[in-house]
């Protein structure tokens, strides 16, 4: 794809920001050590897929593993405030997170399946369509396009650390309004609440919150889309309502009783899956509908969710 084809992108979020993310994915996209909030990117790792499969395979675990990441499930949280208008009483999120859509194959047949009769008010998707960190994504783009066409809501997405910015044309070309540290308002019944959402901040470093916040009024009720659970602080200090993330995957293999082994962010324990609070942001980080390294998952099962808004008096 030619830079040609992110003249409207650069027209609308700037020259410098898709420079700066163009240089990162020529330079460091497939760096191991010392880019981005991790000093060891063990995605980028060649025989990370290998050695997860292995140990799976001597321990017995494998078949089940496969077996669980091909299921998705439905899950639901409740959001509660007394800052919401009282026309979004009610009001629903459809969040997807995580696809890596090339390497999760089966999730994603089972996707498809169960989406379009998933009924919301919009659909929101917090980033990597992609399974690898870097190199082709067509395949991805090809079955994230499937998924898209069975859901009948406006779409809004962001970016993910696995993404490329090359993929924004196709993305948007789906009907997903990409939000690069921009906010969109949403209205309803003459009242109105504010979606923003920020790029990487992850391995890109991309995120400007405050330019994300800059349009929206201190006393609005927003909701922000960001990659990484990491960006919690800021987002709290830019007096957002809800953050909605993904990036953990929950950890993807876990201890029984879904204990993460390892999380991939710098962050607390328990804001790395499901509902959380700090301070007065309320969080959730979904564990994903796919995988990464390898399409496996164990005692955490992937997930979409559906966010119900809900007018505290």
């Not at 292995?54 to 017995?60: D, N, R």
């Not at 921009?182 to 919150?209: M, Q």
């Not at 009783?257 to 959730?284: C, D, H, Q, S, T």
Request: charged share 20%; proline share 4%; hydrophobic share 40%.
């Amino acid at each position: 794809m030619t830079d040609t084809a992110l003249q409207g992108l650069i027209e609308r979020i700037g020259a410098d920001h898709v420079a700066r993310r163009l240089a990162v994915e020529t330079r460091h996209e497939r760096q191991l050590f010392g880019h981005g909030t991790l000093l060891f990117n063990v995605e980028n790792w060649n025989p990370a897929p290998f050695i997860v499969e292995t140990g799976l395979k001597v321990a017995g675990l494998y078949g089940r593993a496969r077996r669980n990441a091909d299921r998705v499930e439905v899950r639901r949280n409740l959001v509660t405030s007394t800052r919401l208008p009282a026309a979004f009483d009610g009001f629903t999120i459809l969040h997807l997170s995580d696809l890596h859509a090339d390497i999760s194959a089966g999730a994603m047949r089972h996707l498809m399946d169960i989406v379009r009769y998933v009924a919301c008010d919009i659909c929101v998707l917090t980033g990597d369509y992609r399974g690898k960190t870097y190199g082709p994504f067509e395949t991805s783009l090809a079955l994230m396009k499937d998924v898209c066409a069975r859901i009948k809501l406006p779409l809004y997405g962001i970016l993910g650390n696995h993404d490329s910015i090359r993929m924004t044309p196709a993305l948007e070309a789906m009907g997903i309004r990409m939000l690069f540290n921009e906010s969109e308002a949403i209205v309803r019944g003459g009242e109105t609440i504010h979606l923003a959402g920020i790029d990487d901040a992850h391995f890109y470093r991309a995120d400007d919150i405050a330019k994300a916040a800059a349009g929206i009024p201190r006393d609005a009720f927003s909701v922000l889309l960001a990659h990484t659970p990491e960006s919690y602080r800021a987002a709290a200090d830019a007096g957002f309502d809800l953050m909605l993330s993904g990036h953990t995957h929950g950890g993807q293999l876990c201890l029984p009783g879904g204990v993460a082994i390892k999380l991939e962010a710098r962050l607390p324990r328990r804001m790395g899956n499901g509902a959380w609070r700090f301070e007065n942001l309320l969080g959730y980080t979904s564990v994903g509908a796919g995988t990464s390294l390898a399409p496996v998952r164990l005692n955490c099962p992937a997930e979409i969710t559906v966010h119900t808004l809900r007018r505290l008096t």
